[in-house]
Structure formats: structure tokens, C-alpha cells
């Protein structure tokens, strides 16, 4: 029988939540969720186990007429449900469905309201598969949307002190990137939709390289060189579609969401945020900016790697400067995303091998960062770093766990921050070097970022960790319990993915290359790029 | 006797008559200067009867409007028999039940 | 997949064999350690006889679209020199921890330290593939870290693991970069690939190599970490910071050189004679052990990196091996000391590292005495000792290379080793013959053969016999007999010049007191650490600072600017709506209410305004029908 794994992938969030809605029973929230997601594990076992049969470079697809809409005289509305399964979706999907269910276990520190929190906590679930998975440009536009409302509530509601402020903050802030969005959608299906097959752009390769469905008077014809202030107009759709995932990515001016929504959240909706939230602005990037406008991307090269590399600096001086510990991650958060800004400039496929690598290594890692962060949390209910030294004496494994996150983020060989840098520096050394696409002095620029990040993290471990146990709190020792079996079960998976990630990364690879291939193809041919 | 003469007297019975009507503070005055307003009309048209002698609407007119002044003098003054009952005065001007509150 | 692929992987793999069987036999690690290390030895060993150079198997690590990285070796003559080195050393570095840590809590943090490095070190050694040989490098950066920082509670600990690996990062994230550029210059990141193209690299390449290079091996600009470093054990000072991590810098160079540009091979010259020097006359200013050790080795590091510059690698490898040897025998050997000493001082306060406080008579321990001895007589370059032969191989590489700056180098051996002397007999002087000082009991734990068994075996391999059978000859067996002389000057002079400053040295300290108000420039390493922190630690963190404050005052400033506009571009519109677009409703409202005002004036209740009213419109019609 032929389940559409896919659609089981949305809708079983979607049942959970509606189930939570209508059962009782202060526990029984939580275990529901939970089985929900070891049951999209499982099932994403099973598409594991599926896609080993196959070499193709499209795993699984899923495609239904939708509806279509007569618009009279601008012409046919036409969508489908496309959802589609390939090298990138697939370890993204991966990743998410593990540090969903991590989250799930780390709610054990909700204690109020919990069936609301449950029922928004799957239905963010549901509206993550759909955006990694939707092909069609209106259904991800749909799902895109819909993972701003219950992130409006979980962080509103459950969050810290300025919970109110740093909410509305990141909806308006996001919504307004999305906003930006759906311009470019109106003005793709203006210049797509009409004619013979009038459809909503659809992300599926075909669809960039049938130029012959573009009218020839379309608004974002290549030849329509009517434009705004000297830039055409599909450079301005490329610009707008920048900065609306810009926004989510996030990028260096339109960053600072970040830092309130991040503190201000509990741990296990700040874990959700960094590890998957965060990543979808590079997908989108990665999915729909570059395929439909790769000249303009490619023009535009630097202005990206500008704005990346000024990202990957700025935020990790911000991340020194920070007194917070968990504002320290949330500036080194900005810092990493800044990478696939610049890996993206970069037009090589070593650089976009290197954007995938650190959006999934930066997943695990920024999880295993949030975690810690509210582990210390959970008992002191204070972050301040100058509070604390010493703490090796009495969380000793903890520290070894702090350890390990903070040499993976600040890119140690052998843990997976190292191979994602390390593909990005690769490729942009490469651009800089003969094809000069982006300047040389951008990823020297980036290796200024990489020494902050182990000033930082090195600085942080030696004032918290290392010394005489002290703490200006006034609160007892016996307040600093180690690590417990279940915050060890949520850290021990995410810590031996690290590891695998940075030791054997064909395991990711063997999806990736098979991807990068036929982007470049699209995108970046050697031709356009001057190879 | 020149018509013209008695058409310029009976305007101006009119004119003293509507003065009469507009102007005076008792209601028997008013009476009184309806009456005027009615005989001048009379002496009008006996006036253009006497223009145009083979017409003789004029006169019968005139009998006729006499016979009803008669009668709407003595419904005025029974209407205002019964506004003096009913007001207890008979100057208008005290009398505003019509009056548009503002 | 040939044997000796899988001989060599076993060797560097063995390591964490034994960190897994710490972890099942706690109670015995030091033990279990010792005897991992052993059989490395014995595998090492026998590798060496086999003397495969050539590994052709290599197995896939990963792949790109361009390109793949493999695990292969690389085994040249300088690995087989180097591999026993490591693994002898390792080896005796744990013996004498056996007893050295034994009082210990988290032994089996210290030993699954010293493992890790050991396997990195050999992987290091032999890998043939830039990314693995990077990868190698970084898990030393990482042991050094832990294990400088072993004893977490001290403070100083903490800082100057900090600043090693602060320090070595930036040198790392160089070495990257000039390892992707090596890669975009010859499309390969194979080792035996790249050297066998004989192109040689870029100017801007190399320097970024030896710019990458000059943290790990502690030359001149970057070279405070290893002082500070010294807060670690002994042991470890001896394996990591003398022996075996910072000659990994060395041995990269060494490694490299036949694609070295020649204006890096200046370069190397240039920074390591400066090295040498600065650190051989910040060594005669301290005052604590072990820092006068570590400025010694950072000297003589510089005259390795050096003879590099003059393209003799050779030279540099030779110094490399004999130094390795004495130098982790005067580590331990201190180290020993500062154990007994530390046992049996009268008052606990006491610091046993200072040799202001020393004051044991030579002859209650002579075992450390006169292994330290013969130590010191190597690193002074005393005939009949290796120190003597890999010095003359120096000088007379120096003396008869081409290479413009190798009169400059040679000048510079001959200042330091002057220097050397010097504080080397201040060294022993003060240590072993300051009668003044009553501050110690005798001695128990001299004699436990796990401290005396390394100090031994290194002082017997400090001689001239591991180097050539003839104490005077300075060629090394494994070097192929090139023609190679040294001037009979040279030799002579050498002979003579040391041992006679070596004694009137002596003589020197020996009849005065330690001067009690040393060199402050030179107590400091040229205050090396101040000028960091004033030039990079202070404005970095004042950048970080302002960055933030830019932060919450203009790029949050301007979404709060743009969040009240908002907020009140949306009260000037309810106010104009207010007034306006409701306005116009309410002054329609009031318009007709005023107009029928002015019209309610003619309801006035008086029935004869009425009744005017009536004749004036009625005449009105009559004209108005009328014309």
C-alpha cells in the first residue's frame, strides 16, 4: 500500500493537536506529543529506508491539483499540493523531526497551561514539515505564514519578563519579510500564470528552465527593462525575496529579533527557533531566490557576502561583549547564519555544500547550546555570566557537555561546525581567487569572526567553568544539581550527531552532492560563472 | 363716477384690511379687518362690473359674497367666543400653543 | 589495503583504544595507559623496520564535487626519525606519571588526556592529506588546552589555557586559509601530490603558512603562551611543551620546504634567530623552574625554525630529536624535584618552583642531580653529548649553506648558545648548590624506579651515541652521507669554547647570590602579554562594547523609532479622521440643525406672523405666474 508518507508527515502533527484540544489530563499532554513524534521518527525511518532503494536525485513527491480559481480577465489561479522530498529537504526534515522531539521532552519545564502549549507546540510541528516540503510557491507561502502565529503565543505567553514586547517584535518583524514575499509570489504568477498552463510558481526545476512560459511582455520578463531607481525589476524581486528570508536567516540589519525573542523564550521554544526557524530563511534562500533569479543572485554576489560577512563579525563582537549567556548564543547564532550568506555569495558548489552542512550541523549545535543554557537556567533562574565561577566543581559533567557544545560551535575539527566552515571558507576562497565574484578579503573577514567566536566561547568557559566554585547569587550550593538522566537523554543524541557530523560527514554528503549537482546546473553554470 | 377710482379705494381697504389682519392685538380686530378685506373685494368687483356692464358676474358675485361674509363673521366670532372661554384672552399674541419649542 | 596502511592507522588508533579501556578499569588507569603506550612502541618499532615509505592505499574520507579527502600516509625519512621520538617520549612521560600524579583525584581525565594527544601527535606525523594533517593539529591545540588547564581550580590555570588556545587559533584559522588556497593553487589536498609537483607556493601562501605556524612552535610574536602554559603538570610540560606539540610547527615547515618561496625561507630565518635570542635572554631573568625551561625551548625552537630558512631541513630535524630528548629529560627531571622537594618541605607555603626558595644540597638527590646535569650539558651543547653534535650540525649547516642570511644565523647560534650557558649553569647553580636555604627534610621517594627509570633512559639517550658513533663527527646515521664537513675550526672551537664558559659561568654564580631585582623587560618575555592585551584583548572588547551599544541604540534605536512613527503616524490619522472625514458628517449635522434654526424661527406661534408669511408667498406666486 503506497501511504503518502509525506502528507503523514503534516497531518499527524495536525491530529495531535487537535487530539490535545480535546482530552484532559495534566500529563497526558506531553505524552501525546511525544508520541507524535516518535512516530513521525519512525516514519521518517521509513522514507529513510525508502530512499536507500533509489538513486534518484528526487526522493519522494506528493502532487494533487488544488484548487483553480478563475480570476477573470488576469487570467487562471492555479495551485497544486506539491510536496516534495530531495537531498536538501531530506536531512533538513531529519533535523527538525529530532530537535522537535528533543523540545517535546525538554517542555518538562511547562507547568501552567500546558494544553495550549501542547496543541501550538504540533501545530509549529506541522507547519515545519510543510514548509521544508511544499514545491508549490502558494502552498509555502501557506505554511511559511502559519509558523508565526504559534511562535507569537509560545513566546508570549510562556515566556520570560519581556515576553510581550519581544513576541509582537518577532511576529511584526517576520511578518513583514513575508509580506515582502508575497509581492514577489503576486509578481511571479503575473508573469508565469497566464497562458496555456497557467500555474502559481512552482518550485520544481522544470519550471526555471522553461523560459518560454514567461510572456513576453511579463512584469519580470528578463528583457523587461523597465525598472525602479536604475535596478530592473527582477532585481528588485530578487532584492525583496533577500531580504524577506534575510529577515528569518536572520541578516545583519534586520537581526535584532533575535536576540529578545531568544532570550525571552522558554528553552525549549528558543531550541526550536535557532535550530529550525532560523534555517528555513536559508532554505527559502536556497530553494526559491537563487533558482528563479540566479543572474540577479549572481550580480548581486557581493552585496551578499557583504551583508554575511558583516553578520558572521558583528555578531561575534556583539556575542564578547554580551553579559547574558544565553544572549552570548543567540549574537553567535547570528554569527554562524551569516556563513551560509556568504557561502551562498560565494557561487561555488563547495560553498552551497557548505550552506547545507552548517544549517544542518548549526541545528544540533544551537540545540545542545540552548539546552545547557537552560539547564543552568532551570536552577538558578538567572543567565548573568559574572554571576558564576567555578561551576566545574560542582556540574562536572555538565561541563563536559558545555565542553563539547562550545568547541563545536567555534568550528573545532572533528565536530561538525568544523566541516561546515570549513566548505564555506573553501568556496569563497575560491570566488575570491581568479573569478573575483566576491573580494578576497571576505572570508579573511570570516576568519576574523571564526577567532571571535573562539574568544568568546573560550572566555565564557573561563570565567563560568574554570576557578574556585563562587557564585554572587544568593542562593545554596545544593541549588547546583548536575546534569539529570533526562537532560543527559536530550543532550547525549544531539552530542553523538555532533560528532558523526564532523567525523564522517559522507553520511550527510551522499544526500547533499547529488543536489548541488543539479542546482549549479540550474543556477550557477559554469558558463555564467567563468570557469 | 370713474371705475378707476373705486378700484384704487377698494387696494387700498385691502391694504388697510391685511394691516388690520397682521398687526392688530385683539381678534375682533382681526375680525374686523377680514371683514374690510371681504367689502373691498366687493367694491372691486362691482367697480369692473361697472367696465364691462354686459357681464353681470360681478354683481351676482358680489351678493354672494356678501351672504358668506355673513356667515364666516359669525363662525369667526363663535370661534372666538371660544378661544376667550378657552385662553381666557383674545390677543394672539399671548396665544402660542403653536409655537415650535426650540 | 596493504599492511603497513593498516599497521600505521593502528598506531594512531590505539590511543583510544586505551581511552575506552579507562573508562571499564578505572581504579588502574595510569597502568592501563602505560601499557597502550607500550605496545604502541613495539608496533612503532616494528613499523620502522619493515621502512615502507611508500603507502598507497588510502581510504575515502569524504567527498565533494571537486574534490575528495582521503586518509593516506605520507611517510617520509623525517616521519620514521620522528614516529619513535613521539612514542618513546609518550611512553616515559606516562611511566613517570604513574608516580608523579598518584596522589591525584580525575586520573582518568589526566590519562585519556595524555592519550588523545599521543594518538594526534602520531597521526600528525604521519598523515598524508592537509585537511587530516589540520585536523591532527587542531586535537593537539585541543589536548594542550585540557591539559593545561588540568587543574581547573587554580586560576591561573584557566587564563593561560585560554590564551594557548586563543593564541593558536589565530595561527589555525592562517593555516586554514593557506591550506584552502594551497588546495585552489594545486587542486589537490594530498601532501605526496603537492610536494612531488616541485611548483613552489605563492608569495601570499606562504607567508600565511608561517604565519600559521609561529603559534603552535612559540616564536617570537606569538610566544607567551607557553610560559603561562606552564601551570599544567610537569609530565605534560614535558611531553606537550617540549618534546612533541611545539615542534609540530617544525616539522610542518620541514615538511613543506621543498615548495617553501624563497622570501618565506628569509622570513623563517628572520623570526626564528630573533626567537632564539629573545627567548635564551628572557630565560636568564626568571625565577620559577619551569619557566626557564619553557623560554629555553621557545630559544631553541627558534634555532630550529631558523635552520628551516636556510634550506636545511635536515639540521632542524637532527636538533629536533636530540632536543626532544633532553629537554623532556629536564622537564621531568625537574618536575621530579619539585615533587620530592614539594613532599618534604618544612612549610607549605613555601613555592618549591621558585629557585629562590631552593636549597637542596646536590648530594640529597643524586640521581635527579646528575641526570639534570647531563640534561644541561646537552642543551649547553658540552662535547660528548647529542646537544653538542646537533649544534655543530647547525653551525656547520650555517657555515656552509648558500643562503644569504646564514651568516646572520650563524652569528645568532653562536650568541645564544652563550646565552644558553649562561642561564643554564644560573639554572643548576641555584637549584642544587644554594647552601643557604634550610627550608627542606630529606629525601624518601628519590628512589622509586618510576621516577628514575625515564630520567635514565632519557639521560643515556642525551649523549653523543644516538647521533653518531664518533663524539666529534656531527652526521647522523639515517642522513644519507652527503659531503659534509666541518671546519676544523669549528669543531675545535666548539669543543673548546663551551665547556670553558660553562665553567667560569659556574664559578660565577656559584660565589654570589641570586640578585633579587632581575631584568623587569625580560622577567616579563619582553612583555609580550601586556602589549597583547593592550593592542588586541582591550580594543577588541571595547569594539564588542560599542557594537552592542550600537545595537540597542541605533539598529534597535531605528526599530523603536520606526515603531513609534508608526504608532504615531497612526494617532495623526485617528485624529484626522476624527476631525476631518467625521468632522465633515458632524458639520453636515450641525449645518442642517442650524439651518432649521434659522427656519424654526418662523414657528413662532403667533398666527399672524403666520398668516404675513402666507400673504407674501401667495403674492410672490401671483408676480412670479404673472411675468
Redo the contacts between chains.
Keep these: 500500500m503506497e501511504l503518502p508518507l509525506l502528507t503523514l508527515l503534516i497531518l499527524i502533527p495536525l491530529l495531535g493537536a487537535l487530539l490535545i484540544l480535546l482530552v484532559n489530563g495534566d500529563t497526558l499532554f506531553q505524552r501525546l506529543a511525544l508520541a507524535v513524534g516518535l512516530l513521525q521518527v519512525l516514519l521518517f525511518g521509513v522514507i529513510l529506508f525508502k530512499t536507500s532503494l533509489n538513486s534518484n536525485t528526487i526522493y519522494l513527491s506528493e502532487k494533487v491539483n488544488w484548487f483553480t480559481l478563475p480570476l477573470g480577465k488576469s487570467g487562471i489561479l492555479q495551485t497544486h499540493y506539491h510536496l516534495l522530498l530531495d537531498g536538501l529537504s531530506l536531512p533538513l526534515i531529519g533535523m527538525s523531526i529530532l530537535v522537535l522531539l528533543i523540545a517535546t521532552l525538554a517542555s518538562q519545564e511547562i507547568t501552567n497551561k500546558k494544553k495550549g502549549y501542547f496543541s501550538l507546540l504540533l501545530l509549529l510541528n506541522a507547519s515545519i514539515m510543510g514548509s521544508f516540503m511544499a514545491q508549490d510557491f502558494l502552498l509555502f507561502y501557506l505554511f511559511f505564514e502559519f509558523m508565526l502565529l504559534p511562535m507569537y503565543f509560545l513566546i508570549g505567553i510562556w515566556g520570560g519578563k519581556r515576553r510581550e514586547y519581544a513576541s509582537i ?1 518577532f511576529f511584526l ?1 517576520t511578518l513583514l519579510g513575508s509580506l515582502l514575499i508575497l509581492v514577489v509570489l503576486i509578481a511571479l504568477y503575473m508573469s508565469y500564470g497566464q497562458g496555456a498552463n497557467p500555474t502559481v510558481y512552482s518550485f520544481s526545476f522544470d519550471m526555471a528552465q522553461q523560459s518560454n512560459l514567461l510572456q513576453a511582455d511579463a512584469l519580470l520578463h528578463p528583457n523587461n527593462f523597465s525598472g525602479i531607481g536604475g535596478l530592473s525589476l527582477r532585481t528588485w524581486a530578487f532584492i525583496f525575496l533577500f531580504i524577506g528570508f534575510g529577515i528569518k536567516l536572520p541578516m545583519f ?1 534586520f537581526h ?1 529579533w533575535l536576540p529578545d525573542a531568544h532570550v525571552e523564550a522558554p528553552t525549549p521554544i528558543s531550541v526550536i527557533l535557532a535550530a529550525i526557524l532560523l534555517k528555513i530563511g536559508g532554505y527559502g534562500l536556497l530553494r526559491i531566490a537563487y533558482p528563479v533569479f540566479p543572474s540577479e543572485a549572481l550580480q548581486l554576489s557581493f552585496w551578499v557576502g557583504l551583508v554575511g560577512v558583516i553578520s558572521i563579525v ?1 555578531g561575534a ?6 553579559k547574558d549567556l544565553k544572549k552570548l548564543i543567540a549574537y553567535s547564532s547570528i554569527s554562524h547564519m551569516g556563513f551560509v550568506l556568504l557561502g551562498l555569495a560565494s557561487a561555488h ?2 560553498g552551497i ?1 557548505g550552506v547545507i552542512y552548517q544549517m544542518i550541523s548549526h541545528g544540533f549545535i544551537s540545540a545542545m547550546l540552548f539546552l545547557l543554557a537552560g539547564v543552568l537556567y532551570v536552577r538558578t533562574h538567572d543567565r548573568k555570566i559574572a554571576h558564576y565561577s ?1 561551576l ?2 560542582v556540574m562536572p559533567v555538565y561541563f563536559s557537555f558545555v565542553l563539547i557544545a562550545f ?1 563545536a560551535s ?1 568550528g ?3 565536530l561538525s561546525g ?1 566541516m561546515a566552515e ?2 564555506v ?2 568556496g569563497a ?2 570566488a575570491g ?1 581568479s573569478q573575483a565574484i566576491i573580494p578576497f578579503v571576505f ?2 573577514l570570516a ?1 576574523v569572526g ?3 567566536s ?2 568568546y566561547y ?2 565564557t ?2 570565567r563560568m ?4 566554585f563562587h557564585t554572587s547569587l544568593s542562593i545554596e550550593k545544593s541549588v547546583f544539581t548536575d546534569l539529570s538522566s533526562q537532560e543527559k537523554m536530550m543532550l547525549v543524541p544531539l552530542a553523538i550527531l555532533v560528532f558523526v557530523l564532523g567525523l ?3 553520511v550527510i ?1 551522499q544526500y547533499i ?1 547529488p543536489f ?2 543539479q542546482w ?1 546546473s540550474v543556477v550557477f553554470p559554469a558558463s555564467a560563472i567563468g570557469l | 363716477m370713474n371705475p378707476t377710482y373705486l378700484i384704487y379705494t377698494a387696494i387700498v381697504l385691502v391694504a388697510i384690511g ?1 394691516a388690520l ?3 392688530r392685538k385683539s381678534l375682533l380686530f ?1 375680525l374686523i379687518g377680514i371683514e374690510l378685506i371681504l367689502n373691498a373685494v366687493n367694491l372691486n368687483l362691482v367697480a369692473f362690473n361697472h367696465l364691462y356692464p354686459q357681464n353681470v358676474n360681478g354683481q351676482t358675485t358680489t351678493l354672494f359674497i356678501m351672504a358668506i361674509a355673513i356667515c364666516e363673521t359669525a363662525c369667526g366670532i363663535a370661534i372666538m367666543i371660544q378661544v376667550a372661554r378657552q385662553y381666557k384672552t383674545i390677543t ?2 399671548s ?6 419649542q ?1 | 589495503m596493504s599492511q603497513s596502511f593498516i599497521l600505521v592507522s593502528l598506531i594512531c588508533c590505539l590511543p583510544f583504544a586505551g581511552m575506552l579501556m579507562n573508562l571499564w578499569l578505572r581504579k588502574y588507569v595510569a597502568y592501563t595507559s602505560t601499557f597502550f603506550l607500550f605496545i604502541i612502541n613495539i608496533l612503532v618499532f616494528y613499523f620502522i623496520n619493515q621502512h615502507e615509505t611508500q603507502i598507497e592505499t588510502s581510504l575515502i ?7 575528495s579527502i582521503e586518509l593516506n600516509y605520507y611517510i617520509n625519512r623525517d616521519s620514521i626519525l620522528l614516529l619513535p621520538v613521539v612514542s618513546i617520549i609518550s611512553f616515559l612521560v606516562h611511566v613517570f606519571s604513574i608516580g608523579y600524579m598518584a596522589y591525584e583525584k580525575s586520573l582518568s581525565r589526566y590519562f585519556n588526556g595524555l592519550l588523545f594527544f599521543t594518538a594526534s601527535m602520531l597521526l600528525f606525523v604521519c598523515a598524508g592529506n592537509l ?1 587530516v594533517i ?2 591532527a593539529w ?2 593537539l591545540g ?1 589536548a594542550s588546552y585540557l591539559l593545561i ?1 588540568f587543574y ?4 591561573e ?3 593561560a ?2 590564551k594557548a ?2 593564541l593558536n ?2 595561527s589555525d ?2 593555516l ?2 593557506a591550506i ?2 594551497m ?2 593553487y594545486y587542486q589537490s589536498f594530498n601532501l605526496k601530490e603537492i610536494i612531488d609537483s616541485q611548483q613552489t607556493l605563492p608569495q601570499l601562501v606562504g607567508w600565511m603558512l608561517l604565519l600559521g605556524v609561529l603559534a603552535k612552535s612559540a616564536q617570537f610574536p606569538l610566544m607567551n603562551w607557553l610560559p603561562s602554559a606552564m601551570t599544567g603538570p610537569s609530565p605534560v610540560s614535558a611531553l606537550i611543551h617540549a618534546a612533541t606539540m611545539v615542534i609540530a610547527g617544525v616539522y610542518l615547515m620541514i615538511r613543506l620546504s621543498p615548495i617553501l618561496p624563497l622570501s618565506v625561507l628569509h622570513g623563517l630565518t628572520t623570526i626564528g634567530s630573533l626567537t632564539a635570542l629573545l627567548g635564551a635572554l628572557a630565560a636568564t631573568q626568571q625565577f620559577d623552574v619551569k619557566k626557564i625551561l619553557a623560554y629555553s625551548t621557545i630559544s631553541q625552537l627558534g634555532l630550529m625554525m631558523a635552520a628551516v630558512g636556510i634550506a636545511s631541513p635536515q639540521a632542524a630535524m637532527l636538533h629536533m630529536i636530540s632536543h626532544a630528548f633532553f629537554k623532556a629529560g629536564l622537564f621531568l627531571g625537574v618536575g621530579a624535584l619539585i615533587h620530592h622537594l614539594e613532599e618534604n618541605r618544612v612549610n607549605k607555603e613555601i613555592n618549591v618552583q621558585d629557585i629562590r626558595n631552593l636549597g637542596a644540597p646536590y648530594k640529597s638527590y643524586p640521581y635527579t642531580f646528575y641526570t639534570i646535569l647531563i640534561f644541561s650539558l646537552a642543551l649547553c651543547g658540552i662535547p660528548f653529548t647529542s646537544g653538542f653534535l646537533s649544534k655543530e650540525y647547525l653551525l656547520t649547516q650555517a657555515w656552509n649553506s648558500k643562503n644569504s642570511l646564514s651568516i646572520f644565523y650563524f652569528v645568532f647560534i653562536i650568541l645564544t648558545s652563550t646565552i644558553t650557558v649562561i642561564y643554564t649553569t644560573r639554572l643548576i647553580v641555584y637549584t642544587f648548590f644554594n647552601k643557604s636555604k634550610e627550608n627542606f627534610n630529606s629525601a624518601s621517594s628519590e628512589k622509586k624506579p618510576v621516577f628514575l627509570f625515564p630520567l635514565i633512559a632519557l639521560s643515556i639517550a642525551s649523549f653523543w651515541w644516538i647521533i653518531n658513533f664518533n663524539p666529534f663527527h656531527a652526521d647522523f646515521y639515517f642522513f644519507s652521507k652527503t659531503t659534509f664537513t666541518t671546519p676544523v675550526w669549528l669543531t675545535i672551537g666548539s669543543t673548546l669554547f663551551f665547556p670553558v664558559l660553562f665553567f667560569l659561568a659556574f664559578r660565577y654564580f656559584n660565589s654570589r647570590d641570586i640578585s633579587n631585582s632581575p631584568n623587569q623587560l625580560l622577567l616579563q618575555g619582553f612583555a609580550l602579554d601586556n602589549l597583547q592585551q593592550k593592542l588586541f584583548v582591550q580594543p ?2 571595547f ?3 560599542l ?2 551599544s550600537i ?1 540597542k541604540k541605533w ?2 534605536g531605528f ?1 523603536h523609532v520606526m515603531a513609534f512613527a508608526t504608532v504615531l503616524f497612526s494617532h495623526i490619522i485617528s485624529f484626522l479622521d476624527y476631525w476631518l472625514v467625521d468632522g465633515l458628517v458632524r458639520m453636515t449635522y450641525k449645518a442642517s440643525y442650524t439651518l432649521g ?1 434659522w427656519v ?1 424661527v418662523s ?6 406672523h ?3 408669511w402666507f ?1 407674501f408667498t401667495a403674492v410672490l406666486f401671483i408676480i412670479w405666474v404673472l411675468f
Aim: charged share 15%.
Design positions: 517584535k518583524y540589519p535584532t558583528y563582537w556583539c556575542a564578547l561583549a554580551s558548489a563547495e555544500a567555578g566545574h566543581q568547541f567555534l573545532m575539527p572533528g568544523f570549513f566548505f571558507l573553501t576562497f575560491m581567487g572570508p579573511m576568519l571564526i577567532l571571535l573562539a574568544g573560550l572566555w568557559i573561563q567553568f574554570m576557578g574556585t564522517f560527514p559522507q554528503l552532492n548541488i549537482e549549479m | 391685511t389682519v397682521l398687526t382681526i394672539p399674541s396665544i402660542q400653543d403653536l409655537k415650535e426650540a | 574520507w569524504f567527498k565533494l564535487q571537486s574534490f585537511i589540520f585536523l587542531e586535537c585541543l588547564g581547573r581550580e587554580k586560576t590555570a584557566g587564563f589555557a585560554l588556545m586563543l587559533r589565530f584559522l592562517l586554514l586559509s584552502i588556497l588546495f585552489a577588541t572588547l569594539i564588542g562594547n557594537f552592542l545595537e539598529i534597535d526599530i434654526g424654526r414657528r413662532s406661534g403667533y398666527v399672524q403666520y398668516l404675513f400673504l
